[in-house]
């Protein structure tokens, strides 16, 4: 079925098997192989082909394109599918994620710097803007989940400082996000933001974001503007985290130490 797909869509867009291979982010053999049916597409290629052809993924794999006479038409008669995670009152559908792979067909960290930051609002499903964006790995994060990272800007999370590269695991199903979890929020109002996330799904349809810093209040977004949420995992960071020295923290120590040299005293 994919085979055959693959092979009428790429007809319908009017692309060689160089030009499907360079959009898809793979070898050229490997979309040879896979009409023939020599091999199966990952999943991460799978979804990539879907948002390509226009279509969803379950239609991908289980509608015979090829034997529709106006594939258009077939289109219009397919189950839509909600393309958000599940929330409140909403669809039980996912969100198709658009992704990018390297040669060897793994999953890459795209990295959106500040500079991007207002870009990704319009190119976060576009995989022609994400292959444009930088592109790194971290073996030690494991192959479990789709990972990106995000430059934060500002100083309300410290001591994670302003520039500070924050590497999130997608979160495809909200509602299971427990409170206090640090996640890098991406919302049509909002933009992009670090916080910690309080889950409200169930009272209101509304994410609590705080953050680690106290001179920043903490405030409400309607789920209804979220568009990802992606679970901080790791940092990367030039600035080292300064320990507490202030005055009032060195005078606190110093009593202390007299406090033990009187009562060693004392013994």
């Known amino acids: 079925m994919i085979n055959t797909n693959l092979k009428f869509w790429r007809r319908e867009l009017a692309l060689t098997q160089a030009q499907m291979a360079e959009k898809l982010g793979i070898k050229r053999s490997l979309v040879g192989a896979y009409e023939e049916g020599r091999a199966e597409p990952k999943l991460t290629t799978l979804v990539n082909m879907a948002r390509l052809f226009g279509i969803t993924l379950d239609a991908l794999v289980t509608t015979d394109f090829s034997k529709k006479k106006n594939a258009k038409a077939a289109l219009l008669q397919l189950q839509p599918v909600t393309t958000e995670p599940t929330r409140p009152g909403g669809g039980s559908g996912l969100r198709i994620l658009a992704l990018t792979v390297d040669k060897e067909q793994n999953e890459n960290i795209e990295l959106v710097p500040q500079k991007a930051a207002a870009g990704y609002l319009n190119g976060y499903a576009d995989p022609e803007y994400l292959e444009e964006l930088p592109k790194f790995r971290l073996p030690m994060l494991g192959s479990g989940g789709t990972y990106r990272a995000f430059e934060i800007s500002g100083d309300s999370m410290l001591p994670i400082a302003s520039g ?28 992009i933001v670090f916080k910690r996330v309080f889950n409200r799904l169930k009272e209101g349809a509304m994410l609590a974001l705080h953050s680690d810093n106290p001179l920043y209040s903490p405030y409400e977004i309607d789920v209804e503007d979220v568009v990802e949420i992606w679970e901080a995992k790791a940092y990367i960071s030039s600035t080292f985290p300064i320990a507490d020295l202030s005055l009032n923290r060195l005078a606190s120590i110093v009593l202390d130490l007299q406090q033990q040299v009187s009562t060693m005293r004392k013994a």
């Open 164 to 191: 500070t590269v924050i590497v999130g695991r997608y979160v495809d199903d909200w509602m299971t996000l427990k409170d206090g979890t640090p996640c890098i929020v991406v919302s049509s109002k909002e933009g």
